[in-house]
Structures are given as structure tokens and as C-alpha cells.
């Protein structure tokens, strides 16, 4: 009986450990740049991004407030404000071609934060870096942590912080 009984709690443990795994945090949503709120070497566009997370693929796409901003991206935002861009979610590494420019990425999650790293081939200075994408416990701001690095610009370090509208 007692064996039974350990078997019975043990299932529901593992059970419960899967389920836990399987709930992943969902970025979707229509997310407005909180200019005041973020922190950068220099301000960001007022942006805001169209975001969907479905079957382990984050879509997201940007529209800048000034369309001439993307003319003058700032090299640290590279990808994150493409006007479309999507990121496998399951670990797997992927390849993306953009004109002259290839970006290789893995996307993993860290419990309910979504790491990706990248590496971009250019025809000068390869910049690489990370992104930590988090919500605030009541999904109403989405934050992406930024770490860009290249020969040229060292390291810089960004924070995004958008709210839900």
C-alpha cells in the first residue's frame, strides 16, 4: 500500500514538472517603446512591435514612429527593430540572411526569461551579442536586456522597457 501511495505521489510530481516546463512565458501582444523607462548610450526610436509567440516561434514586427529612424539604426537595436524578425524559441540554431548581412542565432529559455545569443557576419567589424527578453509579473511591461559587442564600439549594454497597450 505505502509502495502504491509513493508511486501515486511520485506521478504527480512528475506531472507537475512537466506541465510547469510546458507553460512558457507569451510575449504576444502589442507592445509600445517606454522611452523614459528605458536605458541606453543613446535614446531609442519611439517604436512599438506587434508580438506572437506560437509552436516554439516569437514573430514580431516594428513600426518606427520616424520612418526615417531606420535609415540611422543605432547598432545595438540590430534585429530587435527590424521591421519583421522572428526567433525559434526551442534551442535550435538558426541562420537568417538580411542583404549583405547573416545573423546566426540559438534561443533557449531560462525559466520564464527567452536567451538568445547571435553572431552577425559583415563585411566589417562581426558584431555579437545577447538578448534577454523578461515580463513584469502582471504582463503589463516587457523588458529586453541588450548586450552588443564589436570591435569597433566595445561593449554597450541596453535596457528596452515596453508597455502593453
Not at 16 to 28: R, Y
Not at 72 to 100: S, W, Y
Not at 132 to 149: H, N, P, Y
Request: charge should be neutral; glycine fraction near 4%; hydrophobic fraction near 40%.
Amino acid at each position: 500500500m505505502k509502495r502504491s501511495l509513493d508511486l501515486v505521489f511520485l506521478s504527480a510530481i512528475v506531472l507537475t514538472l512537466a506541465e510547469a516546463q510546458q507553460q512558457k512565458t507569451d510575449f504576444s501582444g502589442h507592445w509600445m517603446l517606454d522611452v523614459a523607462k528605458c536605458e541606453a548610450p543613446v535614446a531609442p526610436p519611439e517604436m512599438e512591435q506587434v508580438v506572437e509567440y506560437k509552436d516554439h516561434v516569437l514573430r514580431w514586427t516594428t513600426t518606427l514612429a520616424d520612418a526615417n529612424a531606420s535609415r540611422m539604426m543605432l547598432p545595438f537595436l540590430m534585429g530587435i527593430a527590424d521591421p519583421k524578425e522572428q526567433l525559434r524559441t526551442d534551442g535550435v540554431e538558426e541562420t537568417v540572411r538580411n542583404g549583405p548581412f547573416e545573423r546566426t542565432s540559438r534561443t533557449v529559455w531560462d525559466g520564464h526569461k527567452l536567451v538568445t545569443t547571435w553572431t552577425m557576419k559583415t563585411p566589417q567589424d562581426p558584431p555579437e551579442g545577447k538578448w534577454v527578453r523578461s515580463l513584469s509579473a502582471d504582463g503589463k511591461m516587457q523588458t529586453i536586456d541588450i548586450e552588443f559587442r564589436s570591435a569597433m564600439m566595445g561593449t554597450v549594454q541596453a535596457k528596452l522597457v515596453f508597455s502593453r497597450r
